[in-house]
């Protein structure tokens, strides 16, 4: 059974800095492209990052550029979102997933979600 589990989500003040994590399982980690997505309330689900199964290639929203970093650890199966200098309008519930290629991209397998909020 895979298994896409997430922690790091919280309450943080505009400015400040959180990381999230997505541990998973069932699946063999290092072959599939790791993703990031968030629904901020109201509004439709939207692309964060990704980065490829070699670590080689990142892609980011224009919207995170230069605030917000994807990283990943083959080893321990987990993918990171290291998320700094957070904005009210990152406020969102936040998602990982796993496709097995760069092009086109697939998300077979989602995260439970965790929730972010960045008061002003």
């Known amino acids: 059974q895979v298994q896409l589990v997430e922690s790091g989500g919280g309450s943080v003040q505009a400015g400040g800095s959180l990381r999230l994590s997505c541990a998973v399982s069932?699946?063999?980690?290092?072959?599939?492209?790791m993703g990031w997505f968030r629904q901020p309330p109201g509004k439709a689900r939207e692309f964060v990052a990704r980065?490829?199964?070699?670590?080689?290639?990142?892609e980011y929203a224009d919207s995170v550029k230069g605030r917000f970093t994807i990283s990943r650890d083959n080893a321990k199966n987990t993918v990171y979102l290291q998320m700094n200098s957070l904005k009210p309008e990152d406020t969102a519930d936040y998602y990982c997933?796993?496709?097995?290629?760069?092009?086109?991209?697939?998300?077979?397998?989602w995260s439970q979600g965790t929730q972010v909020t960045v008061s002003s």
């Open positions: 997933a796993a496709s097995r290629t760069w092009t086109p991209s697939n998300y077979q397998y």
């Open positions: 069932g699946l063999s980690f290092s072959t599939y492209v």
């Open positions: 980065r490829s199964i070699g670590a080689f290639r990142t």
